[in-house]
């Protein structure tokens, strides 16, 4: 798939997601969690990655309710993608592309190996576990050498695709949870 056919997914997508209504993206975010909060894999997590939403992502603040979990936030630091842990009075401050990240002190990131459990906004995916994010690589690269326990998209059913080329540091998902269905991989 050339960069392209890529970059002209990767703008469809996302200008499809930022208009959708906030109602309907608080609905479908709310479906999403819930039903993500039933599954053994959720249960069984202890520390989960989860992110802060930018441009019409699927909202994980539901999850964070549940009080059994530790969870933490991606934050860049260096050009690398480091996790920090989160409590409910932390505060959140924008970073250079204005994702609000925790104001967490950086000697307190967690190596990927201690995640149960990566959730990570996507832009498509296909139904083969490739992930298509916004390009910078972030994700591909923290998560290149210390591979997290499992790997999770969240993304709203029209961001399915039926095939996305993998490039060889692309690191596929796990699975993918929509408001519909459960992928595993």
């Known amino acids: ?5 890529k970059n002209a997914l990767r ?9 959708l ?10 479906r999403i969690c819930k039903r993500l909060m039933q599954t053994p ?11 802060s939403p930018v441009k019409g992502e699927v909202q994980l603040d539901l999850l964070r309710e ?12 260096n050009s690398q993608l480091i996790f920090l842990p989160v409590g409910p009075d932390t505060e959140f401050v924008p ?12 000697n307190n990131q967690v190596t990927v ?22 390009g910078k690589g972030y994700y591909d690269k923290a998560l290149a050498c210390d591979k997290p326990k ?23 998902l796990n699975s993918v949870m929509t408001p519909t269905r459960w992928i595993v991989f």
């Open 1 to 5: 798939m050339p960069d392209a056919i």
């Open 150 to 172: 499992h790997f999770l998209g969240v993304a709203y059913d029209f961001q399915a695709q039926t095939w996305i080329e993998r490039q060889a540091w692309d690191i596929p």
């Open 21 to 30: 209504s906030l109602d309907y993206q608080t609905e479908v975010s709310s």
């Open 11 to 19: 703008t469809t997508m996302i200008h499809l997601r930022q208009h």
């Open 113 to 134: 190996q201690t995640l149960d459990l990566v959730i990570a906004p996507l832009v498509a995916f296909d139904l083969f576990g490739t992930r298509l994010g916004f």
């Open 66 to 77: 549940d009080l059994t979990k530790q969870f933490y936030y991606p934050v860049i630091e």
């Open 95 to 106: 970073n250079a592309y204005n994702i609000p990240e925790p104001l967490v002190s950086k």
């Open 41 to 51: 894999l959720f249960k069984k997590s202890k520390h989960i990655a989860i992110y």
